[in-house]
């Protein structure tokens, strides 16, 4: 059954827009934990526009599901923080500085040396770790023999078809991509604007991810339909 990890990003940008703490990214980690969620996903930025690397720290010593740190391994700040905290998963990403959202996966084959040195201390330090990649056969091989556990799939170009109405043949192309990671042993999360319409029928076809992250349009809905409902709607979507 495929898990639900809830990115909480856009909590922490509410909240930073206005100063003090309101919203509470922590609480509402620990409320989303508590109306289902399986896990909790971060994407800390050097400029922490949005979560801060304090929320994260201390995220860590109060969740009970899965933490998942996003990020920059090239950063070395980043690297500093997931070392010292520890997460259940890290997912290494190529964001540049100032990007806005992630656009883009890996190129695993022409950065393999690169990118198996980066995973090297995560794995030493007994971290999950997933490389966030485009639905590319050749890539998906690439973060194997970098040394990844999972990849996590870059979802935008499927959920751009599906509001094109023209959704086969690129779903087509993730399934025999999640088939590829299956058959190499790697699990398989996959991520980006996902949401409460496309998101059934990716899981329909892939019944074989592991783990989603859904974190801007989840809370999108939440304005409309609260927290709670929101959550347990997700994993209605699911299958749950």
């Known amino acids: 059954?495929?898990?639900?990890?809830?990115?909480?990003?856009?909590?922490?940008?509410?909240?930073?827009?206005?100063?003090?703490?309101?919203?509470?990214?922590?609480?509402?980690?620990l409320d989303a934990e508590k109306f289902g969620a399986d896990g909790i996903t971060v994407h800390p930025r050097p400029d922490e526009r949005h979560i801060r690397y304090a929320d994260v720290h201390e995220l860590k010593k109060v969740l009970t599901t899965e933490l998942n740190i996003e990020g920059n391994p090239m950063e070395p700040s980043f690297v500093e923080l997931v070392l010292s905290v520890q997460p259940h998963q890290v997912t290494l990403v190529p964001d540049a500085r100032q990007?806005?959202?992630?656009?883009?996966?890996?190129?695993?084959?022409?950065?393999?040396?690169?990118?198996?040195?980066?995973?090297?201390?995560?794995v030493n330090a007994g971290i999950r770790v997933s490389v966030f990649v485009d639905p590319i056969i050749e890539m998906i091989a690439g973060a194997k023999a970098a040394g990844a556990h999972r990849i996590e799939l870059y979802t935008e170009q499927y959920a751009?078809?599906?509001?094109?109405?023209?959704?086969?043949?690129?779903?087509?192309?993730?399934?025999?991509?999640?088939?590829?990671?299956?058959?190499?042993?790697?699990?398989?999360?996959?991520?980006?604007?996902?949401?409460?319409h496309n998101l059934p029928s990716f899981i329909k076809k892939i019944p074989i991810i592991d783990e989603v992250s859904i974190g801007h349009a989840l809370v999108a809905d939440a304005l409309y339909l609260g927290w709670q409902n929101t959550i347990q709607l997700y994993q209605r979507a699911l299958g749950k």
Do not use: C
């Open 1 to 29: 059954m495929t898990s639900l990890s809830v990115n909480i990003n856009k909590i922490a940008t509410l909240r930073n827009s206005r100063g003090g703490n309101r919203p509470d990214p922590i609480q509402m980690a």
């Open 99 to 122: 990007q806005l959202t992630s656009d883009h996966g890996w190129d695993t084959v022409e950065q393999q040396a690169l990118l198996t040195s980066l995973i090297s201390p995560f």
């Open 160 to 196: 751009r078809a599906y509001e094109n109405g023209n959704v086969e043949s690129v779903l087509e192309k993730y399934y025999q991509a999640a088939l590829h990671a299956k058959e190499l042993n790697l699990g398989i999360n996959a991520g980006h604007d996902l949401d409460l």
